[in-house]
């Protein structure tokens, strides 16, 4: 029976779960919605019911305002959704409350991962390797160029750069749900105590994570406070506020960026940025590859990203792949 | 060490104002030792070549270590050769146990090298390397680092580093080889100034200013007409005859006949003219720029060119005559030795630019009027005691150019054109300094062309931007700033909409300066003077 999969259609839109007439990260408002996490290009308002981790509903219901039609499904906890159709939600490392969906049905196992991540990180759960028949996997950084460093070394990178310059502040731009805060977990896991700055959109989400308890250390709004105290603070704001009027309120700031893509030099041009922290909630190429030997599914689709070199490394390896065309993924969340 | 070189080349890439580059490179300078500092220095003036390397070196040995298709699909998304590698090489198994090699180990190991053992070589450095250390050597290795920085810059970061005046770098430069142990032996205080009197070296050029105020007293300054050629200066030391251009580059092999025809032991400013009557010119002058055209960047000449369009030098200035250096004389002093002297030169291949007989500016700028030569460009203004000095000085030289409205600017971004050029970079915007160069100017965009070259220059230009391109928006590439256009256009009104500050109406690229530094392009006070 394995090997069909006929329940699972690649739609532009999404996957979606035939039986049960359902959706996995639906691009637009559908009946029935499976979320793997809260990033924009994954979670969207409008749905008739969405399943998710609670901390992705929680996130969805400040993002979104999403609250109608929220049910929860715990990690590990399969969930019946129609059809003859369970999900299991399973840790995906990504960001806070993200999963992978483990799809059962007919005796076929489907893993769905979402975005995910095999590098550890303090303010969510680690990937589970689970095995299954059918693997639909993420590929945002499916080029062999893309092999992310140890975040402690990129860690190092910045406090380095901020003693090198006590009187300008250190600007970091990371994305507001999810970077940010492990950036911030890894800054105190590496002995910053003092208070870490945040612009006005990174607030929300970063005392959402202090309030599901992830220890996120002394953070302070950097709106009001004067600028001559802020030399050799730290400040976190989304990407688009890193060369904007905005930044002129600090002293003289020294401009950073964690995304993977800064692993790449025109990327880190076109951004403008003085300090690349290459730091990413994507799996990179070893860890693609490494999870599709590890989980060594009879099948593997491939989906979000760059996924002509995946389906090449499958085809090397003699393993089973397509690549699906799904529409509405963003760089959102690298 | 590698690492130092591999920090200094992405903190570059990384910082765009030029005061930041100056200061990356002259704290590298003082802080890093000898050979090293040598080595880096020639690479960031493309000094380093190594025969045995090539791009495809790199692209075989990346054959032998990845899929073909993966290497494909990398490459296209890095936009780099070099990085692409650096970032694919398998990391060594046992890494880190043998010390990342030196540059002036990696220079004696490459220059020892042949085509057949490079790779090999090649590939036993970049085991040794992390990530950056990799991407630093094959740009090393392989000469190519566009970064965007000007042998100028260098030079003024050298003398930035050491204290030492800029002009003098520029003339003791020339003649030295890399890693110019005698250069920073002079530089940091430890040995005499390397000499260049037994050399045909390159001198810096003396330059004008651009004239802004009409009152000149011609009892303080003379006048001489300005000539549409190319500034040369023709170099006889040691009984070997050397031509370089305006930048320094040699271009003897270019002007045989120029090399030839002196045997003085002499070293002259002049402007390279062909004659001719057939382009426009007089009979037996100076014909037009577009005829001197045919005869420019060529690494051979015919003997058909050569007899066709011959070329000459209309002589300005006598630096040195018989080893006595006449730089710090007066202008006078120095023009009464030229005209004394051009009776010994070939006067088939040597003239003497005339000096302009006006009682005031007035009379001036009637002669200037009524000039119908095509091959004057305007008139120089020069003080009579002024020595001969490097560089551009206030108050010594001024230019007044016959068509006002004319512009020197720097080639900064390129896009593709539409239409039948669309496979062409045929729109250029280009840039003025907001200031002294070698004082941390930056070049700030004040136009952009479409039209005005011909296809053979619109093929040039392509085949320039391809080459220089060190970054990429979309459809836009931006260059290494390191080509000068010559903007003709109607006239330049203030702006608020550009950064400049001006907006130039019609613009066109009246000329390619492939002779002219981008450092020497006109600066913005040079435009918003001419702001009507
Ligand atoms: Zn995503
Ligand atoms: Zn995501």
């Known amino acids: 029976m394995a090997g069909c999969f006929t329940w699972i259609k690649a739609d532009p839109m999404g996957i979606r779960i035939v039986p049960a007439d359902a959706w996995v990260d639906p691009s637009r408002p559908v009946e029935r919605a499976l979320v793997t996490h809260g990033h924009a290009d994954h979670a969207r308002g409008g749905h008739g019911r969405t399943v998710a981790t609670s901390q992705t509903l929680a996130i969805m219901s400040v993002r979104y305002g999403v609250t109608e039609g929220a049910q929860i499904a715990e990690y590990h906890e399969p969930v019946a959704i129609g059809g003859g159709v369970t999900a299991t939600f399973l840790p995906a490392g990504h960001v806070l409350g993200s999963a992978q969906i483990l799809l059962q049905h007919a005796g076929e196992r489907v893993i769905i991962t979402g975005d995910y991540k095999r590098s550890p990180d303090p303010t969510c759960a680690p990937f589970t390797v689970t095995p299954c028949d059918l693997f639909i996997t993420e590929a945002t950084f499916g080029l062999p160029v893309f092999r992310h460093p140890s975040i402690r070394d990129e860690i190092a990178k910045l406090l380095a750069a901020r003693e090198a310059h006590p009187a300008r502040c250190v600007l970091v731009g990371a994305y507001a749900l999810g970077k940010a805060q492990r950036v911030i977990a890894e800054l105190r896991a590496a002995g910053w105590d003092q208070p870490v700055y945040l612009h006005g959109a990174m607030e929300t989400m970063c005392h959402l994570y202090q309030d599901l308890g992830v220890e996120l250390g002394d953070l302070r709004p950097v709106a009001g406070v004067p600028k001559a105290s802020l030399a050799g603070a730290i400040v976190m704001c989304p990407p688009s506020a890193l060369n904007d009027r905005w930044s002129r309120r600090l002293p003289d700031p020294l401009t950073a960026m964690a995304s993977g893509w800064m692993r790449v030099r025109q990327r880190v041009r076109q951004r403008g940025v003085e300090l690349p922290l290459v730091i990413s909630d994507h799996a990179d190429w070893d860890e693609l590859t490494t999870t599709i030997t590890d989980v060594n599914p009879a099948e593997t689709w491939i989906t979000h990203g760059r996924e002509e070199a995946l389906l090449r490394w499958c085809e090397l390896h003699q393993r089973k792949a397509r690549a699906l065309a799904l529409t509405g993924y963003e760089d959102e969340d690298d | ?532």
Not at chain 2, 143 to 153: D, V
Not at chain 2, 183 to 191: D, E, H, Y
Not at chain 2, 481 to 503: M, N, T
């Open chain 2, 1 to 532: 060490m590698m690492k130092r070189f591999a920090t200094l080349l992405d903190n570059l890439l990384l910082t765009p104002s030029r005061n930041g580059k100056l200061e990356l490179i002259s704290t590298y300078l003082r802080e890093t030792a000898d050979p090293d500092r040598g080595w880096t220095l020639a690479a960031l003036t493309s000094a380093v070549d190594f025969p045995a390397v090539k791009a495809g070196t790199v692209r075989g040995l990346m054959a032998d270590r990845i899929d073909p298709v993966l290497w494909t699909l990398s490459r296209d998304f890095v936009g780099d050769t070099a990085e692409t590698a650096s970032l694919l090489w398998p990391e060594p198994e046992h890494g880190g146990q043998e010390p990342q090699p030196t540059l002036g180990e990696v220079v004696t190991a490459l220059s020892r090298a042949t085509r057949a053992s490079a790779p090999m070589v090649l590939a036993g450095m970049l085991d040794r390397l992390d990530t950056p250390g990799r991407y630093a050597l094959i740009k090393f290795a392989t000469g190519a680092l566009r970064i965007g920085i000007s042998a100028r810059l260098a030079k003024v970061a050298f003398a930035q580093a050491f204290g030492v005046p800029v002009d003098e770098v520029e003339e003791y430069w020339h003649g030295q080889q890399p890693p110019y142990a005698d250069l920073f032996a002079w530089a940091t205080g430890t040995a005499p100034p390397p000499r260049t009197d037994l050399l045909p070296l390159f001198r810096p050029f003396m330059l004008a200013h651009p004239l802004e105020t009409e009152a000149i007293d011609l009892a303080d300054y003379v006048a001489e007409w300005k000539w549409d050629g190319i500034r040369v200066q023709i170099v006889n030391v040691g009984g070997e005859t050397r031509v370089y251009s305006r930048g320094g580059d040699e271009i003897s092999t270019s002007f045989p006949e120029i090399a030839d025809a002196l045997d003085v032991a002499a070293v002259l400013d002049g402007e390279l003219l062909v004659r001719g009557t057939a382009q426009g010119g007089e009979a037996g002058g100076a014909a037009s720029f577009n005829a001197l055209q045919q005869r420019l960047g060529r690494k051979s000449v015919s003997k058909t060119m050569l007899a066709d369009v011959p070329a000459f030098v209309r002589l300005y200035d006598l630096l040195i005559l018989e080893g006595e250096d006449l730089r710090d004389r007066p202008w006078s002093e120095r023009r009464g030795r030229l005209e004394a002297l051009m009776p010994c030169l070939n006067p088939e291949r040597f003239d003497l630019s005339q000096t302009i007989a006006a009682k005031d500016m007035a009379e001036l700028a009637e002669i200037r009027a009524s000039a119908r030569d095509a091959a004057i460009e305007g008139i120089m203004l020069k003080h009579r005691q002024s020595p001969y000095v490097a560089g551009r000085r206030a108050g010594l030289w001024y230019k007044w150019k016959r068509e006002p409205l004319l512009i020197d600017c720097v080639l900064m971004y390129a896009q593709r054109g539409s239409g039948k050029r669309s496979s062409f970079y045929s729109d250029f915007t280009f840039g003025c300094w907001n200031g002294d160069p070698d004082a941390g100017a930056e070049l700030l965009p004040v136009g952009k062309a479409y039209f005005g070259f011909t296809d053979e220059e619109l093929r040039f230009l392509d085949r320039h931007v391809r080459q220089h391109t060190v970054a990429k928006y979309g459809p836009v590439r931006e260059t290494d700033r390191s080509l000068v256009f010559e903007v003709a256009f109607d006239s330049v009104h203030l702006s608020k909409r550009h950064k400049s500050g001006v907006a130039m109406r019609f613009p066109r690229i009246n000329r390619i300066r492939q002779d002219k530094p981008a450092h020497e392009a006109d600066r913005l006070e040079t435009l918003r003077a001419l702001v009507t």
